[in-house]
């Protein structure tokens, strides 16, 4: 098992663990010639359980993003978390942008990593493949928004503090996935604009099954506990980090069942 810092195991600790336990462990995938290094987590024992895909922020798979598929193990779902740089990439706080940034020029690229890692959440023997959702924080939340932009057969999608992208007329159409976005009101990196453009091209598909919830005073990142960088719109809240967990676990009941 991982050992987090405490301000990841008080979040940890709010989901019992069950009395079975999880099991856990960094999970190597290959594909197209890319060496990839993901974790999933899992309650102990045979069967097959919803399948979650956990996608990480702009610092690839670091104790947080895997702290959160425990979570999703302890509540009872199989959760992968996704390596999107691949397994020798893991930026520093100063690489981060840059790298990141080089996926939002090239989206193409972007959502085939993400159909990749889905691809193999649901190759998992643990994962039931009829009931499957994605989730993601930050460049992780916009990673999820892409993959439901594939039209993937995934069941829930949440974003959490994710850039709101829109696309091409009608892609939102190809949209299968019911989505949850979780906004911070104050995200200046999201500004309101950026939320109008977001909504309005959902708009466009009256079939698409959507909803945004905006916290009020929260900043970008502001699940992440080492956020603390308000002069350039980032922190933690703890409140909006609560809630926000909270709209997941009752969306991801409703939709996966």
């Known amino acids: 098992m991982t050992t987090y810092s405490a301000d990841l195991t008080g979040i940890l600790d709010r989901e019992p663990l069950p009395a079975s336990g999880i099991d856990s462990g960094e999970v190597e995938y290959h594909v197209d010639g890319v060496d990839y290094r993901g974790y999933l987590a899992r309650p102990a024992g045979e069967g097959r359980y919803p399948g979650v895909l956990v996608v990480h922020d702009w610092l690839g798979v670091t104790d947080y993003v895997r702290m959160r598929c425990d979570m999703l193990a302890r509540l009872g779902y199989a959760a992968f978390a996704a390596d999107v740089y691949g ?3 893991r930026p520093a706080p100063e690489e981060a942008a840059g790298v990141a940034g080089g996926f939002y020029q090239d989206r193409p690229l972007w959502r085939k990593r993400m159909t990749e890692a889905f691809n193999h959440l649901v190759s998992q023997p643990s994962v039931d493949s009829q009931r499957t959702a994605a989730i993601g924080y930050c460049f992780g939340g ?3 928004l892409e993959l439901a932009r594939t039209g993937a057969a995934v069941d829930a999608v949440v974003s959490f503090h994710g850039g709101l992208l829109t696309g091409p007329a009608g892609e939102a159409e190809r949209i299968t996935a019911k989505l949850l976005v979780l906004h911070g009101a104050a995200d200046p990196v999201v500004p309101d604009d950026a939320l109008l453009a977001f909504e309005n091209d959902l708009r466009t598909a009256p079939s698409v099954d959507w909803q945004v919830v905006s916290y009020a005073n929260a900043l970008h990142a502001f699940t992440l506990p080492d956020a603390d960088a308000p002069e350039h719109g980032a922190q933690f809240q703890a409140v909006a980090e609560r809630r926000s967990w909270t709209a ?7 939709v996966l069942g």
């Open 87 to 89: 397994a020798d990439v």
């Open 142 to 144: 916009s990673s999820v």
């Open 248 to 254: 997941m676990k009752a969306f991801l009941a409703e």
